[in-house]
């Protein structure tokens, strides 16, 4: 079974700097792996996906990830936070049995100060 | 394009009664899923669709859906629960981009 963990209920960081949110997956073969971003009272949007090629990958608003097969991680990160990325991140897996399942952590909330 | 529209957006529900959220999505996708998020749990597959005509549920029980087309997915409480209260959000996706999810629904069940 195919499984994602998100070890930090939440991450505070401070507007201009780097920030992480981190992502942990387990499958059987090689992961699809997305990002979702939620803001408040909004559905999920899409932020970037892993499916082959590059190991760090770019998505949308200045966020990219790196997915580490040695480490089975796939952390979100951006170089320079603004206040407007506060929001929830779910990290989330593709099932490789029934390719249109997908399964998502627990979520992190992350907090940009001014 | 509106993508994947939800309705109602809040709604309070006693225990017992019976209610169908709606879900229709104009991407022509053929899959369609129904997710419940409940704070610290993330997002829970209740149901999905692989195209009109077929579903299959992840959830025992406390819920139904069909999907007599593409575009509409309703899913139905059968016999509202407290524990059943939760916000519910519906995506589609065409398989390769991942889901388009809709703005969900905030249902309480009292």
């Known amino acids: 079974a195919q499984s994602v963990a998100q070890p930090e209920d939440q991450v505070n960081v401070a507007e201009g700097n780097p920030l992480t949110v981190k992502c942990t997956y387990s499958?059987?073969?090689?992961?699809?792996l997305f990002w979702y971003v939620q803001y408040p009272n909004r559905g999920l949007q899409f932020l970037l996906k892993?499916?082959?090629?590059?190991?760090l990958v770019k998505g949308s608003y200045g966020f990219e990830a790196e997915f580490n097969k040695s480490q089975t991680s796939f952390h979100l990160k951006k170089p320079s936070a603004l206040v407007s990325d506060s929001a929830l991140y779910f990290c989330a897996v593709r099932d490789l049995d029934n390719f249109n399942k997908f399964y998502f952590g627990s979520g992190t909330k992350l907090n940009v100060k001014p | 394009n509106a993508g994947v529209t939800q309705t109602p957006k809040f709604h309070i529900l006693k225990t017992g009664q019976s209610m169908t959220l709606q879900c229709a999505q104009d991407?022509?996708?053929?899959?369609m899923s129904w997710y419940r998020q409940d704070p610290g749990m993330g997002l829970r597959l209740i149901y999905y669709?692989?195209?009109?005509?077929?579903t299959d549920k992840e959830v025992p029980n406390g819920y139904n859906v069909s999907r007599l087309n593409t575009e509409d997915f309703p899913l139905r409480l059968v016999s509202a629960a407290p524990s059943q209260t939760s916000v519910y959000l519906c995506a589609s996706t065409r398989g390769e981009y991942g889901y388009t999810f809709g703005s969900g629904t905030r249902l309480t069940v009292v």
């Open positions: 991407m022509n996708h053929g899959y």
């Open positions: 892993y499916i082959t090629g590059d190991n």
């Open positions: 499958v059987s073969g090689n992961p699809y």
């Open positions: 669709s692989a195209a009109a005509g077929t």
